[in-house]
């Protein structure tokens, strides 16, 4: 089938569909991220997985959206960073 190359991302995000695994897959080091200026993970990542909350000082990880590109872990070495188990994560379809 031909590809809608118009088509916004938001919309084919919404499209996916995820085996969510019971343990997260990505773990920053909160020690590195307290004191981290630029918080790269919350720009680059595709699907906001990433989003620090200045009040409580945490990085929040909502790895259930990871879309498993690996950006974030090209841009910070401080997220240990796995695949989820086998099966589970997100799922790709041709459409
Ligand atoms: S995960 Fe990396 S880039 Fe993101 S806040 Fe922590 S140290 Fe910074
Ligand atoms: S692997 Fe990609 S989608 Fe998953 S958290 Fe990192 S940047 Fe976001």
Redesign the pocket.
């Known amino acids: 089938m031909e590809e809608n190359m118009s088509e916004k991302i938001e919309d084919k995000l919404y499209k996916l569909k995820y085996n969510t695994d019971s343990k997260c897959h990505?773990n920053p080091d909160e020690s590195k991220c307290l004191q981290c200026i630029e918080k790269t993970?919350t720009i680059?990542?595709?699907?906001n997985?990433?989003s620090y909350n200045e009040n409580e000082k945490k990085l929040a990880v909502s790895?259930e959206?990871?879309?498993?590109?690996?950006?974030?872990?090209v841009v910070c070495k401080h997220i240990q960073?796995t695949y989820p188990k086998s099966g589970k994560g997100v799922v790709y379809k041709k459409s």
């Open positions: 990505l993970c680059v990542c595709p699907a997985v990433y790895y959206k990871c879309l498993e590109c690996g950006a974030c872990k960073w």
